[in-house]
């Protein structure tokens, strides 16, 4: 690219933005369909003002975009595949989020090489992924979640690419968010594609893939898992235990997905362990656990799930709890007296149990306490 002069003098720092890269913003602009009246990027990209006032633009010193973030700017139309966005060549994070784009995702996302973060989520797109996004290398992040599809039926899907051919080339993958995407494979097939192929995944999320089950032991290799959401996906099989060796896991989520025989009981004790959420397994059963001093846990829902007992006196332990959810399971017994030390408690629904004895008043002095449900026990 050949620049001929610059545009402009940051008023912060004194830095500059080139001409072309300028140019190629104010065409990008230029070319969307957008709402001026609820935009708060896109209307600040005005050539007499200093360009480093733009909104959802991030120059580097120099002058070069290397961040674009439209996320939620109301845009609406096709994404031609003619954009001007497509020559940001310096791009290292793009963020197309939460808009109504109507086409199909462009293949020449491709020219976009140095990207190591992509988020097009919610953002209209539909049809077949392009094969062209396995070309991006240096993907750090990727979401190209749809999870608020109209019709029932997912917008986007990944046939041809299928799952293992979109994440063979993505070795840098930290985060892969397709939640929403269809995916439609066998448990052996996506675990192992993601085992082999994206290493140091931190985050997987991939709810509502119409993916089956069972969930396969290749997925154990993902030792750097920390946030797991497979919810709504038909697995029909049990929980597995090694779900439970994830030394850094902070958030589970396996609700609506079919799941049957007993929970393990290690995984409510793995230390770091923040979100726990296995709400309508119906067939599921299990029991809580002894809770270690100073437990992580701030999200706990096992509703409509055949969990059964009491709640050990030790729950009292998870200092920082905020949501309990047990509702139509089968425990039984009081309500612990410990449950007073849960201060933090924003959300209690105990109901449809067999709990007897006293409500422990105490619950009622919460001051973040929004719903306490205790009905039908």
Known sequence: ????????????????????????????????????AASNKLVSWIQ?????????????????????DLSSEFISGELNSSSSIFSL??????????????SQIPAEFHKLGNLNYLNLSNA?????????????TRLVTIDLSSLYFITGIPELKLENPNLTTLVQNLKELRELHLSGVN??????????????????????SLSRCFLSGPIDSSLEKLQYLSRIRLDGNNFSSPVPEFLAKFQNLTCLRLSFCGLYGTFPEKIFQVPTLQILDIENNMLLEGSLPEFPLN????????SDTKFSGKVPDSIGNLKILTRIELARCNFSGPIPNSMADLTQLVYLDLSENQFSGPIPLSLFSFPSLQTIQLTNN
């Open 1 to 36: 690219m050949h620049v001929t002069s610059v545009s402009g003098e940051c008023l912060s720092d004194g830095r500059v933005c080139l001409e072309d890269e300028v140019l190629l913003l104010l065409q990008l602009k230029s070319s969307l369909i957008f709402n001026t």
């Open 48 to 68: 007499s003002a200093d360009c480093c006032s733009w909104g959802g633009v991030t120059w580097d010193a120099t002058g070069r975009v290397v961040s674009l």
């Open 89 to 102: 060549q310096y791009l290292q994070s793009l963020n197309l989020a939460n808009n109504t784009f109507s």
């Open 124 to 136: 209209g797109f539909s049809g077949q992924i392009p094969i062209e996004i396995s070309y991006l």
């Open 183 to 204: 995916i439609s494979a066998k448990g052996k097939e996506w675990c192992q594609s993601l085992s082999s192929s994206v290493p140091n995944l931190q985050a997987l």
């Open 295 to 302: 437990g992580a846990l701030e999200t706990l829902i096992l």
